[in-house]
């Protein structure tokens, strides 16, 4: 790696999604036109109340990221199911400072 810069090869996405069908652990995101690989948590099924609740965390390549972006979210076949909550984690290149530099 240079020193007097890096490069960010992936930025993230974080969608907070419920569904009422607990048997649906899966959503539909794309990303500026883009469809997204969805991961599927490796743990114990997460339900509130008799529902599906979880944060996926999802890598979005960064050459995607644009100043405004457009973010689809969809259930499989049409199944009611709810967005909390959508953050995109953004880096971008900078040039390092030396330690002298303010």
Avoid: W
């Avoid at 008799?50 to 050459?63: G, M, Q, R």
């Amino acid at each position: 790696m240079d020193r007097d810069s890096f490069l960010i090869e992936a930025d993230e996405l974080l969608i907070k999604i419920n569904n009422p069908d607990i048997r649906i652990f899966d959503a539909t995101i794309v990303f500026n036109g883009q469809p997204l690989t969805v991961p599927l948590e490796n743990c114990a099924e997460r339900l509130v109340e008799d529902e599906y609740a979880t944060c996926k965390l999802i890598e979005v390549p960064s050459d995607l990221v644009r100043e405004s972006n457009t973010i689809h979210i969809a259930f499989p076949d049409g199944h009611k199911g709810a967005v909390g909550a959508v953050v995109l984690r953004a880096g971008f290149p900078v040039p390092l400072k030396a330690n002298n530099e303010p």
